[in-house]
């Protein structure tokens, strides 16, 4: 049984930073690409960064590139998402999601491939 868990969500300033984590399941962890994906209300879900927990590959959504980062911790079947710089607009509930498998290269598949998803958390962003 696949078990994806968040946390790390809050409210911060403009400018603040927060880290989310994802904790998931040992079998989940080690042969997946993991994602973090966003919605805020009335907006489509985005996908907001993958990494290829089997061979490290990373993306990121343009809207954060340079303001984002990745980390993992294997041994504690960990994913990092690292927010920097927060805007207004990062303002979502976020989604830890995993598409089981082993992969080569970036997590570039459809979101539908995610078919392992967190309950969410909430970042809120203020000025």
């Known amino acids: 049984q696949v078990h994806l868990v968040e946390s790390g969500g809050g409210s911060v300033q403009t400018g603040g930073s927060l880290r989310l984590s994802c904790v998931a399941s040992?079998?989940?962890?080690?042969?997946?690409?993991m994602g973090w994906f966003r919605q805020a209300p009335g907006k489509e879900r985005e996908r907001v960064a993958t990494?290829?927990?089997?061979?490290?590959?990373?993306t990121f959504a343009d809207s954060v590139k340079g303001r984002f980062t990745l980390s993992q911790d294997p041994a504690k079947n960990t994913l990092y998402l690292q927010m920097d710089s927060l805007e207004l607009s990062d303002t979502a509930t976020y989604y830890c999601?995993?598409?089981?498998?082993?992969?080569?290269?970036?997590?570039?598949?459809?979101?539908?491939?995610?078919?392992?998803w967190g309950q969410g958390t909430q970042v809120t962003v203020s000025a």
């Open positions: 999601a995993a598409a089981l498998g082993i992969y080569s290269g970036a997590c570039l598949m459809d979101d539908r491939k995610f078919t392992y």
């Open positions: 040992e079998s989940t962890y080690r042969r997946a690409c």
């Open positions: 990494l290829n927990t089997y061979g490290g590959a990373a």
